[in-house]
């Protein structure tokens, strides 16, 4: 299994707070990706990284913000949570610098409930 | 702009039965096509891929797709379907970029 941790695993917060997600990666690969998963949507792309401090709007990205400071962390910030930031977030990776099909590989998820 | 159908949010099958999922997709270049199945409070695990290099595609525990242009399709198949198979199964299209787009998922049931 790819080296991907995500933290926490559960949070439950109140609407109108500052939430983080953290992606750790072990694998030293370039690209990370911030997705959300909703039942009937399957999963969202909420924000990408393509490099340190590089980074990217995905589908869904209003109401979120990320950073990546370091090859094997990146961050993922709810600035003022909502209800319906309610949701499974993953955290994925990837490394097309391999040769590889652009295949990504996932981190756990973090279930986020905002009350 | 690339996009992907999955026909069928629920699949249900008994055990020992062929499984067929289905996933088509929109792509305006080459696409690549991948499989990822869900199991319950878990990420996703990537089955398969297409690359180009063959239109029929083996994946882990004994999936596997078959890509048709002529039919935009990359349905997965499994000749007998086990009680372990049952969780979602996501079909994903990427033209070689940095993203894939996944489709809605298909959640397959086996009754005993």
């Known amino acids: 299994d790819a080296g991907i941790t995500q933290s926490p695993r559960h949070k439950v917060t109140e609407t109108g707070t500052p939430v983080t997600l953290r992606c750790h990666q072990t694998?030293?690969?370039?690209?990370m990706y911030w997705y959300r998963q909703d039942p009937g949507h399957g999963l969202r792309l909420i924000h990408y990284?393509?490099?340190?401090?590089?980074?990217d709007k995905g589908e869904v990205s209003d109401g979120y913000s990320v950073s990546r400071s370091k090859t094997e962390d990146f961050l993922l910030t709810l600035e003022s949570a909502t209800s319906s930031q309610t949701s499974v977030y993953f955290c994925?990776?990837?490394?097309?610098?391999?040769?590889?099909?652009?295949?990504?590989?996932f981190g756990p998820g973090t279930r986020l409930t905002v009350l | 702009a690339q996009s992907v159908t999955q026909l069928g949010s629920h699949v249900s099958v008994s055990e020992g039965a062929l499984v067929l999922l289905r996933c088509n997709y929109s792509?305006?270049?080459?696409?690549?096509l991948f499989w990822y199945v869900q199991y319950p409070n878990q990420g996703l695990q990537l089955l398969l891929k297409?690359?180009?290099?063959?239109?029929l595609v083996k994946g882990i525990n004994g999936f596997e797709a078959e890509f048709k242009k002529s039919e935009t399709s990359f349905h997965l198949t499994k000749p007998s379907a086990h009680m372990s198979d049952a969780a979602e199964y996501f079909c994903?299209?990427?033209?070689?970029?940095?993203?894939?787009?996944f489709g809605t998922g298909t959640r397959l049931q086996v009754f005993p």
């Open positions: 994903a299209v990427s033209d070689n970029t940095d993203k894939l787009i």
């Open positions: 994925a990776i990837s490394d097309r610098t391999s040769g590889g099909a652009g295949e990504q590989f």
């Open positions: 297409y690359t180009s290099a063959a239109t």
């Open positions: 694998e030293n690969h370039r690209y």
């Open positions: 990284s393509y490099g340190v401090k590089d980074t």
């Open positions: 792509s305006s270049v080459p696409p690549y």
